[in-house]
């Protein structure tokens, strides 16, 4: 059986067979002729998606124009086999040619036993660790984007067409799904890496929604999903920054509070006039807005729930979530299956429970990353969300009931294992301290 999958240049593996090339660096961007040429020379006979005055056109390599910016390439010909089928020495030489991400066509292979069933998983969990190794550089890049955008916009000076950069440069380099596990393993400011963190949670918690419904995004891309999170606290822009980051926990009715509570409407202000699509406003400007719209929390204040669109209902889910896991100056952080069951508590009247149900489906009762002890003692990371019985993912045991770490980490299959089962969720740092993402990157899973 095949399928098609969207990878970057570092998740590409020999023998894979490149269908499309789908993001570019910053020279693909308003491109020179000279980088028209040479386009058009390494691709001839395949055929380019471009953004030409202001639309996307379709063309061949030979119409390539000084000026078009690189959307997509893709009906590659045979005659490039040499560039579609992927040989260890390509892999670099595409990321130095500026090609950051692909459409690849994936063959799967059934497991036919238990045996290579459980190869697989092992496979699986040591590819996602290696994800979150090159993700981390590349969250604390957009972290500083997120510091850069708001101190520009309190200038005057807010660029999208920048942070979309920062943000197709980041997606070239990352998994978002392993920026989301990061969340849960690392901490972040209640600000900057906030937003990162729930711009990566959102993209992948939106699209795999969307495929298990089988609905079309709004969004155009990924790109621009995540941009649409990424912005969606644009707002704090016209707060002053010294409430911003803040130590103290400011009292309900205190000045302070009800200017941090009117970002909502400075960000749907800001982006509006940056000529923003209206779902991206939407976003910014509902995303903390309750279900019942008479509660304290829910602002602004005289919104229909009905005007509040899905990817907003989404996002303010999003919003708390990253905010609880998230450590704080003035709080502990939240284990993530402990942030899930309290918002759960709150759907229905503070969520879309319908909207909350799809997130739980997608991110699991134990989020990918968790903390975990066993019913025999043993602690471990979880490490998938299982599509039967949310309840018994696979986990990574490293440590014995007597507190001492296994030379070797084994995955365990819950949904195989039986006698076994999840005692409880644990806190990272009240475990491992600041040893969790370290403890997390060294694991050898066999």
């Not at 030409?52 to 000084?66: F, I």
């Not at 590819?127 to 957009?142: C, G, M, N, T, V």
């Not at 400011?189 to 995004?217: L, R, S």
């Not at 406003?281 to 229909?304: E, I």
């Amino acid at each position: 059986m095949t399928r098609t999958a969207n990878i970057g240049v570092e998740d590409l593996k020999p023998n894979t067979k490149i269908v499309e090339f789908t993001k570019f660096a910053k020279p693909y961007a308003n491109m020179e002729e000279k980088i028209c040429k040479f386009i058009q020379h390494n691709l001839k006979g395949a055929s380019a998606e471009v953004e030409r005055g202001g639309k996307k056109v379709t063309c061949q390599m030979t119409q390539l124009k000084a000026g078009d910016t690189m959307i997509k390439v893709f009906d590659l010909p045979t005659s490039l086999s040499k560039l579609t089928t992927v040989s260890k020495g390509l892999i670099p030489e595409l990321k130095k040619r500026g090609f950051l991400g692909f459409t690849v066509e994936l063959i799967e292979k059934k497991p036919s036993t238990k045996q290579e069933k459980r190869q697989a998983s092992v496979q699986e969990a040591n590819q996602f660790i290696q994800k979150i190794k090159q993700s981390i550089i590349a969250r604390e890049e957009a972290t500083d984007t997120a510091r850069n955008m708001l101190d520009s916009a309190r200038k005057g000076k807010p660029s999208a067409e920048e942070v979309k950069s920062n943000i197709d440069n980041v997606m070239g380099k990352s998994s978002p799904e392993a920026m989301t596990a990061i969340a849960s393993l690392q901490s972040s400011d209640q600000t900057y890496a906030h937003c990162v963190d729930a711009a990566a949670i959102f993209q992948t918690a939106y699209y795999a929604i969307k495929k298990k419904k089988k609905e079309k995004p709004i969004f155009e891309d990924e790109k621009m999903a995540m941009f649409g999170a990424f912005m969606h606290d644009f707002g704090k822009a016209k707060v002053p920054k010294d409430i911003l980051e803040s130590t103290v926990r400011f009292e309900r009715e205190s000045k302070e509070m009800h200017l941090l509570q009117s970002h909502p409407k400075f960000g749907a202000e800001l982006l509006a006039g940056m000529g923003m699509p209206d779902f991206i406003v939407n976003m910014a400007h509902y995303h903390h807005v309750k279900v019942d719209t008479s509660l304290n929390s829910s602002y602004p204040q005289g919104v229909k729930y009905d005007d509040v669109i899905m990817e907003a209902r989404l996002v303010s889910i999003v919003d708390v979530y990253q905010a609880l896991i998230g450590r704080r100056s003035y709080k502990k952080s939240w284990a993530p299956a402990a942030a899930i069951r309290y918002i759960d508590a709150l759907a229905g009247a503070e969520f879309d429970d319908g909207i909350w149900e799809d997130f739980v489906s997608v991110m699991g009762i134990y989020p990918k990353g968790s903390l975990v002890e066993m019913s025999d003692g043993t602690i471990g990371f979880v490490m998938n969300v299982p599509d039967d019985d949310l309840e018994r993912p696979e986990v990574v045991i490293f440590r014995d009931a007597d507190g001492k770490d296994f030379e070797k980490p084994t995955l365990v299959d819950l949904a195989e294992e039986q006698d076994l089962e999840i005692e409880q969720d644990l806190d990272h740092y009240e475990v491992l301290g600041d040893d969790a993402m370290d403890i997390f990157l060294q694991l050898e899973v066999r």
